[in-house]
């Protein structure tokens, strides 16, 4: 009888606990992603930023109002920001949920761009980042940055 119910409760503590650990799987795997993006992106490294992005996300950067449709026109942006960067240094402060096949990833950041010509520019701001598992890898879909007033 306590054979059983040792089998019992292992089942359950089995059945509860894959689940968590599938789940802390993929909180690991779109933590590494968006790492991956983001030293792309300090790297200046156009071709592995963009491939990080699935070819029909939906972008609000930090400098305009309107959003960028698609990697075409998103490429397009990143290309002229890196064309007139010497460096970009985006330092998130990054949470990370997964919602079945669904990952966000939020939190505050500050980036430092010093352009070829020019001032050096610090920016703070927060930002929300929607990713979409596909074919085993987990792309961008949509990106909000927003920077902070200047006085906080």
């Known amino acids: 009888m306590l054979y059983r119910w040792m089998v019992l409760l292992g089942g359950l503590v089995a059945s509860v606990a894959a689940p ?15 790492e991956r993006n983001v030293a792309a ?11 990080g992005h ?16 698609g990697n075409a026109e998103f ?9 007139t960067s010497e ?4 330092k ?13 990833v939020w939190g505050h950041y500050t980036v430092v761009i010093q352009p070829k010509k020019g001032r050096r520019t610090i920016n703070f701001g927060r930002f ?16 909000q940055f927003s920077p902070l007033p200047s006085d906080h």
């Open 128 to 143: 929300l980042v929607t990713a979409l598992k596909a074919d085993g890898k987990w792309l961008i879909v949509a990106r």
């Open 87 to 90: 460096s970009i240094t985006f």
């Open 20 to 34: 968590v650990a599938a789940h802390c799987d993929e909180v690991d795997e779109l933590q590494a992603a968006f």
């Open 54 to 69: 699935h070819d029909q996300q939906v972008s609000f950067g930090p400098f305009s109002p309107f959003p960028r449709d």
């Open 92 to 104: 998130p402060t990054p949470h990370f949920r997964v919602i079945n096949h669904t990952g966000l």
């Open 75 to 83: 490429r397009h942006d990143v290309q002229e920001i890196f064309a």
């Open 41 to 51: 992106l300090n790297r200046l490294d156009l071709d592995a930023f963009v491939a």
